[in-house]
């Protein structure tokens, strides 16, 4: 990772960190609201699951300079997530939706250049999570 997007990103992971599991039940509530199949999903968001998102956020933003590190829980993640009814499709509403919500927290402070790192960060979590999510072959 660009090491400029990294410093973005983890300069503004502290501007969230007092509202993380906030931002995250609110992103998780727009997403259950916005789409039946997601709404699914979230059925039964809570404040825990918010929290946990959060928390697996900064393991990311802390480790994103060794991603390959991050890679197998990553997909083990992505195993879960498919297992519970996720596809392809939810993850860019899901990217999008906490984008939105982050950019709105940050304000003015919010410029194309983080959009950039954190988008970047976020499409690298869900290309781990969704190889996560393939179905495995068995050796022959």
Not at 9 to 29: E, H
Not at 108 to 114: I, P, T
């Amino acid at each position: 990772m660009n090491p400029l997007h990294l410093s973005l990103i983890r300069t503004s992971y502290q501007w969230f960190r007092p509202c993380g599991a906030a931002m995250v039940a609110k992103v998780l509530r727009e997403l259950a609201d916005g789409d039946p199949e997601l709404g699914v999903l979230f059925a039964t968001e809570d404040q825990r699951r918010a929290e946990r998102f959060f928390r697996t956020l900064g393991q990311v933003v802390r480790h994103a300079h060794e991603f390959e590190r991050l890679e197998p829980s990553l997909e083990e993640l992505g195993r879960a997530a498919a297992h519970a009814g996720a596809s392809p499709r939810h993850y860019a509403i899901a990217r999008t939706h906490l984008l939105a919500t982050m950019r709105e927290l940050a304000g003015e402070d919010w410029n194309e250049d983080l959009h950039r790192a954190w988008e970047e960060l976020l499409l690298a979590v869900g290309g781990a999570m969704l190889i996560g999510a393939m179905p495995r072959r068995r050796a022959a």
